[in-house]
């Protein structure tokens, strides 16, 4: 079973960044690589659900003509839109996936610290809405804590697993570590070097 909202709604009942996202350098730095990791320096659109706070999101606005997010806790959502007020193509929701996944088409959808809070049904049904919602070109990147996390029905490495069996796609950058999981694939397969011509 998938996490339920209020879990989302109590954390953020208690603090307004209860991962610690701004203090802690492990989550700085896995910001970085994050981007980092990303093979284009913009991206017509972007989607990420769970975004929290927006610390990943005010790091992906200036990436991008139109940036959506989405959480399903109403704090994180208040938060998140302060945090971007001053991107005016940025828009924050609050919404429950996989059932309200939204009807636009993106270059990239960013899964970052997300998906093992979903059940497999759920995950699957989060992966066939983000494959129909891709462009031609379109790019998915996942990040995930490899920890298990106590209430969770998912590991980073179940996560990781199921999303390039069911993506069906090129995995064109990898980056493991003992902290964390960081992939990103992309329907076209086209590195950066290829993408400028150099091979």
């Known amino acids: 079973m998938s996490v339920a909202t209020p879990y989302f709604d109590q954390l953020f009942a208690e603090n307004d960044d209860p991962w610690a996202f701004r203090q802690r350098w492990y989550e700085r730095r896995k910001r970085a690589l994050t981007l980092a990791v990303l093979t284009r320096p913009r991206y017509a659109a972007i989607f990420e659900p769970g975004c929290a706070n927006g610390e990943l999101s005010f790091e992906l606005a200036p990436r991008c003509d139109r940036l959506l997010c989405c959480d399903t ?32 088409r993106f270059e990239l959808i960013v899964l970052s610290e997300l998906c093992y809070y979903l059940d497999a049904d759920d995950l699957g049904r989060v992966i066939d809405r983000a494959l129909a919602s891709l462009t031609d070109d379109g790019q998915l990147l996942a990040c995930h804590w490899r920890v298990p996390i106590e209430g969770c029905p998912q590991t980073a490495e179940q996560v990781h697993a199921l999303l390039h069996e069911r993506l069906a796609m090129p995995r064109i950058a990898s980056y493991h570590e003992q902290d964390f999981l960081l992939d990103l694939w992309c329907r076209d397969g086209t590195s950066v070097a290829r993408h400028e011509g150099l091979r």
């Open 73 to 104: 806790a109403a704090a994180a959502v208040s938060l998140a839109r302060s945090r971007l007020l001053g991107f005016p193509h940025a828009e924050v929701q609050q919404s429950r996936l996989p059932e309200q996944w939204p009807t636009e």
